[in-house]
């Protein structure tokens, strides 16, 4: 009997073991931090739908300690009063989101909306150059936004500024 309990533990001791040497199944690549990511208008039928944030395990895990150092510098400099300035963004995306659509004036775009560090950025289509500025110049209104990024289209047929569904080459 000694020998059998034993041999069960040997037996369940390797069988551990081997579950610790079986590789990890890979995790998608995708919004890995969990940016907010909206879609804000949408007067723009053929507008290339933006693929959003999108990142590989391997490149979250180098840019995790950037983002906690940009995170929390924003705190440290006293430009922000909260402690890590990604808390702003879930808060901050809906605000934008709510902004953009209730001026009316960008009804005819087709906009998306990523939120990083108090940073916006739009994706999608606008029908000028001058309605481009004029949205970015709005958004950087909104109370706490800290900078505003414009990848946007403004000529139909041209290839989008921005990376669309369905591409996953790695930022």
């Given at each position: 009997m000694i020998g059998m309990a034993t041999g069960a533990r040997v037996l369940c001791a390797l069988g551990f073991l081997g579950v610790l040497a079986m590789p990890v199944s890979a995790q998608e690549a995708g919004n890995l931090f969990g940016d907010p990511f909206v879609r804000v208008t949408d007067g723009i039928p053929d507008c290339k739908t933006p693929r959003g944030p999108y990142i590989t395990p391997e490149h979250a895990r180098v840019q995790q300690h950037i983002r906690s150092q940009h995170g929390n510098s924003c705190y440290r400099s006293g430009r922000c009063r909260l402690p890590n300035s990604h808390l702003y963004d879930a808060e901050l995306v809906p605000r934008v989101q709510l902004y953009i659509r209730s001026s009316g004036r960008f009804d005819d775009t087709s906009i998306w909306v990523v939120g990083e560090r108090r940073i916006i950025t739009l994706l999608g289509c606008v029908r000028s150059k001058e309605q481009a500025l004029e949205l970015e110049r709005a958004v950087?209104?909104?109370?706490?936004?800290?900078?505003?990024?414009?990848?946007?289209?403004?000529s139909p047929g041209d290839p989008p500024p921005y990376r669309v569904v369905g591409d996953t080459t790695p930022d």
């Open positions: 950087a209104l909104v109370d706490d936004v800290s900078n505003v990024i414009p990848y946007l289209a403004t």
